[in-house]
């Protein structure tokens, strides 16, 4: 998947690039953060092609790993979630307590869990640059 943006900031070896929201976000705002009147937003991306501040580049991320990272920041939470509903649902019942409420609670903790060791392996995901967006291209030069 490859967008077009425009580099606002550069670090040592990754950039800042404002790219423009697609109408396929709808009114979503899970990655803008902000108002619907915003029609961009800025992601961080290696910086490979040696861009600088004010050029257009060209930001590409693999369709794959966008599926895996998917995966693994909504799947995996909600597998947990189901697990841990149905595993303590028996164990509940057989205990004679109210089996429903407890096992919505243990599939609830499971997913917390889940999302916990998520976030605690976040900084190691982050470091193999695995998932990060990659500038492949610069565009146009020095618009700022």
Known sequence: MREV???VDTQDISANVKIDRKTACGNCKGCGLGSS???SITIQALNQAGAKKGDYVEVDMEA????????????IPLLSLIAGIFLSNPLFGLLGFESEIGSLAVGILFMVLALMLIKLNEPK???SNQYNPV???ISGKNFL
Do not use: C, E, H, R
Not at 64 to 75: D, E, G
């Open 5 to 7: 943006g425009l580099v």
């Open 37 to 39: 009147d915003d029609k």
């Open 64 to 75: 794959p790993n966008v599926v895996k990272a998917a995966f693994i920041i909504y799947t």
């Open 125 to 127: 995901i982050k470091k």
């Open 135 to 137: 500038i492949v291209s």
